[in-house]
């Protein structure tokens, strides 16, 4: 008896809540990967001012998204970490040809959350930590990053058994932050305040670079918001954005043609 | 080719097996007393003690992986404890797992154990005690016995939901190969990375299991409400 209340109440509040949700016309869900996570929080309140439509934000790792999407995810948008899983949604009909792009170029940083250590190749070479974090390399472009470098300062093999890996790049940072891993690679943009520990950005020749393209959806071609949105992300106020973020995007114009 | 295929799906069921296997053990042996001890006492604080066990029946494994990522962390207790030998943390490492798996699976093993207990009630102890058996005895020759399908449902239960665990080990893993990476995080792995065939053998494998868990607690449940009668 008390169950069949209960259940009422329970099948009401999420009509409720489902009903509040719909208020809002314009919305576009954009699929975030996790190391553009705070920028794309900044981003979507600048462009909720600037026009009135609202960008529903997920994060998680790429490879994940990219699942998800194959399988009919309801996202609008995509912001990879890469640029093959947006081209490959492209090919494989999921996403449109006209409406891909590269948003921004990715940083790879060393990154320790004491302060004051002074990080570099011979960090990694001398191995002197119990645990590194990278991200999972097959789910996030990020972690593959991270084994490039360590391959290509030729440290991998010592460096295994102290790589723990997370989901996304997001828990990647948080082992670091809790201190659990001494060190990790982790996205510039996501160091706190871009000011707390120590880091290395790691030259840009230790690994292919990364960049991050956007795409628009099948499912969001008739999507107000998603398609204002995939123009303000190329807008110079966003772009402004982006860099003081730690992203370079100085290439991009070039590489968009 | 087929070898490195079954030693990738085998590594992360072996260590789920074992996590199983030493959880449900630590767990029947810690738990026999603690089991006996709230079925038995009068108290007045026990409830609140057995609200604390079944507490991870109610929280979200994030709530538990958040505190244990914590507590197992250099700043926690659990890395003093990493610290006898050398080590930094407790997190990302077969120890830690254990020691969630063990917060987590509690409830599953005392639980069945301590409703066995109760159902034995006041009368056959105090006959056993009557004949001057001594409590020790008494547990071993009257209690243990007949509270034994509590001890095979708390057991099968408590292995089974050890090997289904996942939130926690998601949040304190690492997905380390042969020592974090245990059979839900590998599935989780080959879903995210796209490896479906390989999701799909590991994942079917997990159905068949769960069935004949749940197949084998009816039986014994059948079996003990026949005997009862």
Known sequence: ?257 | MNQVFSSELWRPIELSIALAFITTALLLFFGTPLAWWLARSNVWWKEAVATLVAMPLVLPPTVLGFYLLIALGPNGPGGSIAGLWGGRTLAFSFPGLVIGSLLYSMPFVVQPIRNAFEAIGDRPLEVAATLRATPWQSFWRVAAPSARSGFLTGAILGFAHTLGEFGVVLMIGGNIPDQTRVLSIAIFDYVETSQWALAHMLAAGMVVFAFIVIFTMMIIEKNVSGARE
């Open chain 1, 1 to 257: 008896m008390i169950k069949r209340r209960q259940s009422i109440f329970l099948i009401a509040g999420v009509f409720l809540v489902l009903g509040l949700r719909n208020v809002r016309a314009d919305t576009a869900h954009v699929a975030v990967a996790a190391n553009f996570t705070d920028t794309a929080r900044e981003l979507a309140q600048v462009f909720r001012n600037n026009t009135g439509h609202e960008a529903v934000l997920s994060f998680g790792a790429s490879g994940q998204f990219y699942a998800q999407i194959r399988e009919g995810a309801p996202f609008e948008v995509f912001l990879s970490a890469d640029d093959s899983r947006p081209k490959k949604l492209v090919d494989d009909n999921f996403g449109i040809a006209d409406e891909e792009f590269t948003y921004a170029v990715g940083k790879l940083v060393l990154w320790s959350r004491k302060s004051g250590l002074s990080l570099n190749e011979e960090t990694l070479k001398k191995g002197d930590f119990s645990k590194i974090a990278i991200a999972n390399p097959v789910a996030a472009p990020y972690g593959a990053a991270a084994v490039e470098v360590m391959k290509a300062l030729g440290v991998y093999a010592e460096l295994l058994p102290k790589i723990v890996q997370g989901n996304s790049i997001a828990q990647t940072f948080q082992f670091v932050n809790t201190d659990n891993a001494e060190l990790g690679f982790i996205a510039l943009s996501q160091i706190p305040n871009r000011k707390e520990g120590s880091w290395w950005i790691v030259p840009a020749k230790y690994y292919k670079v990364i960049h991050q393209d956007a795409v628009l959806l099948k499912s969001g071609a008739k999507n107000n918001a998603a398609r204002a949105f995939m123009v303000f992300l190329r807008s110079s106020v966003a772009r402004t954005i982006i860099q003081k973020s730690g992203y370079a995007t100085d290439e991009i114009a070039s590489r968009n043609r």
